[in-house]
């Protein structure tokens, strides 16, 4: 079983910045694969960025270039930098978990939940115009 826990979320105006972190819990050595999703009311979840236990990421379109993951595997927390935050970035911020490696290349952002079955809590990002 995994626990995850998100935290890091806020309010900030447009072009700010968030660090979103993501603490795991459970007995997965290294073989955990994550990735953050998002969603907003009505809409479906949405892939952000994911990290294969194998080290390879994947990065929406809409992100590409502005957010950065990573995990510090000592201290098994994801990370998810986000720089120059827009307004449509707002949304409910999800880490996800899965055992083994991510086959997700040429797979649309809007099925990448389907690879996940261990899911956070959700923290909030809000910017402003």
């Known amino acids: 079983q995994v626990q995850l826990v998100e935290s890091g979320g806020g309010s900030v105006q447009a072009e700010g910045s968030l660090n979103l972190s993501c603490s795991a819990y459970?007995?997965?050595?290294?073989?955990?694969?994550m990735g953050w999703f998002r969603q907003i009311p009505e809409k479906g979840r949405e892939g952000v960025a994911t990290r294969s236990n194998d080290g390879s990421i994947n990065y929406a379109d809409s992100v590409k270039g502005r957010f950065t993951i990573s995990k510090d595997i000592a201290k098994n927390t994801l990370y998810l930098q986000m720089n120059s935050l827009k307004p449509e970035d707002t949304a409910m911020y999800y880490c996800?978990?899965?055992?083994?490696?991510?086959?997700?290349?040429?797979?649309?952002?809007?099925?990448?939940?389907?690879?996940?079955?261990?899911w956070g809590q959700g923290t909030q990002v809000t910017v402003s115009s």
């Open positions: 459970g007995p997965f050595g290294s073989d955990l694969s």
């Open positions: 996800a978990a899965v055992f083994g490696p991510l086959k997700i290349e040429k797979t649309s952002e809007l099925a990448w939940r389907w690879f996940f079955n261990y």
